[in-house]
């Protein structure tokens, strides 16, 4: 059986929450599984080795790096599997292709970028390719993405899943006692945007569109759960209808008392957002971005340029307005989501694993 460090930056969000159930299903399988990151994971089986690291790279880099070469040495992993970007940087120039090492972006990191640093960084992410026998890829659009900057090597689709156990269908009770709960109005339209308040997922755009909405209902609501760097600068806005709440672990709640879930992205890999979204029966209005594109089909919802206020706008409105079409495409979105099933996609990681495991000579030596 092969042992395993993940190494993430991100210790909340949508990665962080992926890493930690990667890393408890291949514990499940009786691997040794170690997660580097700066905050521990609380899931049982899991050892937890702190890694401090910051989400963007700079001078800190170089302790960064120091440090995770470090644990690397005492872990002794078979198989080093980089999360995200800033993991990918320092990771890959810790490691440099000496361990079996998987690199899995969820979002390349020129997406993040502007002006020059986009064409830097898709340099460096071809460069740093020859030290991944692996670069998973949550989606088709985040693949194709890779292959037109140039990105050689396996690039191995696994999509994202969703725990159909976990996640599943809200009815109208749990609708009704979610928003007792947090204290809003039963006959309310709402909508809901779960993820960190960023440049990246967009709540700058909705906020725009939100007045248009209101125009068109009047008493709809818009409730955006997450934190993040954007988040006081957008509060002081005050746009009427619009309430901002804390991240919570059990998301649940919040899809159950949603009308409609929206995703305003400007970029995404796949966000397990959208996943949990259709898993609850909700329909969903998000960017037509790779990873929301290939996911978001008609019959569940509405696809909208990036960046496009008015639009969004338009179909929020329809379904806050009309609760038939949105109950419609939540039954269609609760069948969609079938086909994003947690276990097949873990199944995939672990096989992909243990054959890049057996690079390793240990594994090799051991019979595995």
């Avoid at 092969?2 to 890393?23: E, F, I, K, N, T």
């Avoid at 640093?117 to 993405?145: F, I």
């Avoid at 007045?211 to 409730?223: D, G, H, I, Y």
């Amino acid at each position: 059986m092969p042992s395993v460090l993940h190494v993430s930056q991100p210790a909340d969000g949508g990665v962080a929450r992926y890493v930690a159930a990667a890393a408890s299903d291949q514990v499940t399988r009786g691997w040794p599984v170690t997660v580097a990151a700066p905050a521990a994971f609380d899931a049982p089986g899991i050892e937890h080795v702190p890694w401090e690291a910051g989400r963007s790279p700079g001078p800190g880099c170089l302790p960064e790096l120091r440090r995770l070469r470090e644990i690397v040495d005492r872990v002794d992993p078979d198989v080093v599997h980089l999360h995200s970007a800033k993991a990918g940087l320092v990771g890959r120039l810790a490691v440099r292709g000496r361990r079996p090492t998987i690199f899995q972006p969820h979002g390349w990191s020129w997406l993040a970028c502007r002006g020059p640093m986009v064409r830097a960084a898709a340099a460096w992410e071809r460069a740093a390719a020859r030290w991944c026998d692996a670069v998973v890829c949550v989606g088709e659009g985040e693949a194709e993405l890779g292959r037109e900057k140039g990105i050689t090597g396996e690039l191995v689709v696994v999509r994202n899943g969703v725990d159909l156990d976990w996640f599943h269908p809200a009815d109208e009770e749990a609708r009704e006692r979610a928003r007792r709960g947090f204290g809003l109005p039963g006959n309310a339209p709402l909508a809901v945007c779960v993820g960190r308040v960023t440049r990246q997922k967009g709540q700058d755009v909705l906020l725009r569109a939100w007045q248009q909405v209101r125009r068109e209902c009047p008493a709809a609501l818009l409730a955006i759960v997450g934190d993040g760097d954007m988040r006081h600068d957008l509060e002081r806005l005050a746009v009427p209808g619009a309430g901002f709440y804390p991240p919570v672990g059990d998301v649940r709640p919040w899809y159950a008392a949603a009308d409609v879930v929206v995703l305003p992205s400007r970029w995404e890999g796949l966000p397990l957002t959208v996943l949990e979204a259709l898993a609850s029966g909700r329909p969903v209005v998000a960017t037509a971005v790779p990873g929301l594109a290939e996911v978001v089909t008609p019959d569940v919802g509405a696809l909208v340029p990036a960046e496009a206020v008015e639009a969004l706008a338009a179909e929020l409105a329809v379904r806050l307005a009309q609760p038939q079409i949105a109950w419609a495409e939540g039954q269609a979105a609760a069948i969609r989501a079938k086909e994003f099933h947690a276990g097949t996609a873990f199944d995939r990681l672990a096989a992909l694993t243990a054959r890049v495991a057996e690079l390793s000579p240990r594994i090799t030596h051991r019979g595995y």
